[in-house]
């Protein structure tokens, strides 16, 4: 896992030409209040029910991208995601921290 700040993750998503998942780690209320465009909510506290892996992708190497409110459940949920075997797993922290636009 590597910590990432907003800006980083911001580019990532902007240039990447492989695939990636930007997960949404939050309480479906708080998703719903809004978030960070293109985003898939899995409530941290899901992560590891079998039903709800249906989430995530297949392929362990696809890179995940996590955030939550402040940054304590993103880093929670990317080390279970890392204990599933995911690869390329990155911590952007928090959506108080992120400065573009966040869809209502």
Known sequence: MQVISAEVGYEMM????EPFVLLDVRHAAEYERGFIPGAVLLDNDDILREENLDVLPEDKKTTLIVY????RRSN?????????GYESVFDMGGILDWPYEIER
């Open 68 to 71: 939550c409110r402040s940054g």
């Open 14 to 17: 902007k240039t990447s030409k």
């Open 76 to 84: 929670v949920a990317a080390r279970k995601l890392e204990a599933l």
